[in-house]
């Protein structure tokens, strides 16, 4: 959670959610080398918590720090996160405003237009939640701050 300046105020509860070892095998090579190395596969594998208890853990965050209906969702490429939480979340998607801030959006005008900005900033690529969260947050700031002329 960040302020209109991008300071984070909170951070979300970091849950990885149970699957199956079927579910887990449906993976393509890139996915299972990276969430393997970074332990995301055994957090899975151990994990006790469901689709819908990790759904109302967020929301419950969620509700202290803004209305529904009137934060969008932030992040890179974050399309996906919004069609993933629209089949498996919708709880949780139809809290978020219909709107939402795709720093992705921001990368690619900045490719186009000033290509030189792209060397100012460099991700770690963890692949985990928070670090993406984080790291979604500095490259937002870092636009703002060197492209967006505000």
């Not at 393997?36 to 006790?48: D, F, M, N, P």
């Not at 979604?136 to 060197?146: F, P």
């Amino acid at each position: 959670m960040t302020d209109a300046n991008l300071n984070i105020l909170a951070e979300g509860p970091t849950i990885a959610v149970h699957q199956s070892d079927e579910q887990l095998a449906l993976m393509d090579d890139w996915n299972v080398r990276t969430h393997t190395a970074s332990g995301l596969v055994e957090r899975v594998k151990a994990s006790t918590m469901g689709d819908r208890e990790a759904e109302l853990a967020t929301l419950e965050f969620l509700k202290q720090w803004v209305p529904a209906g009137k934060s969008p969702i932030c992040g890179n490429s974050i399309g996906q996160d919004r069609r993933f939480l629209f089949k498996y979340m919708p709880e949780l998607e139809a809290y978020f405003h219909y709107r939402y801030l795709d720093v992705s959006t921001l990368k690619e005008l900045a490719r186009r237009w000033k290509p030189e900005i792209l060397d100012g900033f460099t991700k770690q690529g963890t692949h985990q939640a928070m670090d993406d969260i984080r790291e979604s947050v500095a490259e937002l700031a870092y636009y703002r701050e060197h492209f967006i002329k505000l």
